[in-house]
């Protein structure tokens, strides 16, 4: 199994920025892909950025160029550098992970809150 710990939420103005990390414990050599996705009040849970083992990263449209997610040397912890913030990427921002046999960890969650 796979155990993940986010930080780095909070509140932040329009404009601003935050990074958020998750940092990985247990069976970390079976993780093939990592990510985060975000879960606005009312919405469904959607695609924010993963990053694959291999390096190949893939953002939202509506984050392009303005969110940049990273992963440590060892692997172990993943970040979201999110700036140029907008009202609308407020959310719970949740990081994952997907394991070779196929399983998709996730973390608490952590709350991103942007005012206008």
């Known amino acids: 199994q796979v155990q993940l710990v986010e930080s780095g939420g909070g509140l932040v103005q329009a404009g601003g920025s935050l990074r958020l990390s998750c940092a990985a414990s247990g069976r970390v050599d079976s993780i093939n892909r990592r990510g985060w996705y975000r879960q606005a009040p009312g919405k469904e849970r959607e695609l924010v950025a993963t990053v694959a083992s291999g390096g190949r990263i893939n953002y939202a449209d509506s984050v392009k160029g303005r969110f940049t997610i990273s992963r440590d040397n060892a692997g172990n912890t993943v970040y979201l550098q999110m700036d140029s913030l907008k009202p609308e990427d407020s959310a719970v921002y949740y990081c994952?992970?997907?394991?070779?046999?196929?399983?998709?960890?996730w973390g608490q969650g952590t709350q991103v809150t942007v005012s206008s």
């Open positions: 994952t992970v997907h394991v070779f046999w196929g399983t998709d960890y």
